[in-house]
């Protein structure tokens, strides 16, 4: 079964540029995580979709950052315009809806420059 | 909110000895305690993970304790092996499984032969 697969796995980009981040859930995963990871820290909540709707949004910052899942499967996480201090790793993770165990793509790691 | 705090930052141990890593949480509430392990530059994973009304669970080398008094839980592995290096991040959840959940920072794990 393949997992969490998220793209691209590196980006570099300038600041005040556009920049998106792909999600591919484990299929049959209902529920949708994208994570910040800052160097040296654990992973931060962003958002959580169940299904298509996002029902923590709470730690996103809604100014600059922007997130979808169309027909509750793939997720995009967009930012725009970036920032030096975005650069970080991005997660996404999925489980089923109720689950204890949240499944992890290896993440996009984005420079901004 | 919920807020996880994990020492220590940095554990080095010798090959064969034990380690082991303490997080303490602030919301009573909290009631699932998974803990993940990430070696570098892979995804985290779910290694064990205990719920509220437990006191101590195991499998094979590596256990976990909770103390709800005390609203700490620690992470246990023994006999350690060249492998168990990586990063371990504790988390608390109000909701039970891994909506809602709260890393603490990480503990790098070094295994020194």
């Known amino acids: 079964e393949a997992g969490v697969v998220q793209s691209p796995r590196y980006k570099i980009i300038e600041k005040k540029q556009p920049v998106a981040f792909w999600c591919n859930p484990i299929s049959g995963h209902n529920t949708l995580y994208w994570y910040l990871q800052n160097l040296g820290q654990g992973p931060e909540l962003l958002i959580r979709y169940e299904n298509e709707e996002a029902v923590d949004d709470s730690q996103l910052p809604k100014d600059r950052f922007s997130a979808e899942r169309l027909k509750g499967v793939d997720s995009t996480l967009k930012i725009q315009p970036a920032e030096l201090g975005d650069s970080a790793v991005y997660l996404c993770?999925?489980?089923?809806?109720?689950?204890?165990?949240?499944?992890f793509g290896q993440g996009t790691r984005l420079t901004v420059v | 909110g919920e807020n996880v705090e994990q020492h220590p930052s940095t554990l080095s141990v010798q090959e064969g000895d034990s380690a082991v890593i303490k997080c303490t949480y602030s919301?009573?509430?909290?009631?699932?305690f998974p803990w993940y392990k990430q070696e570098l530059g892979k995804r985290p994973q779910l290694i064990i993970d205990i719920r509220s009304n437990v006191g101590e669970k195991k499998d094979q080398r590596i256990a976990v304790t909770l103390n709800k008094t005390a609203k700490h839980f620690s992470l246990h592995i023994t006999e350690t092996q060249p492998e168990d290096s990586a990063v371990y991040f504790c988390?608390?959840?109000?909701?039970?499984?891994?909506?809602?959940?709260?890393f603490g920072k990480g503990t790098h794990l070094i295994i020194q032969p």
């Open positions: 919301d009573s509430a909290s009631n699932y």
């Open positions: 988390a608390a959840s109000e909701g039970g499984g891994a909506d809602g959940l709260t």
């Open positions: 993770a999925s489980s089923i809806t109720g689950g204890t165990e949240a499944f």
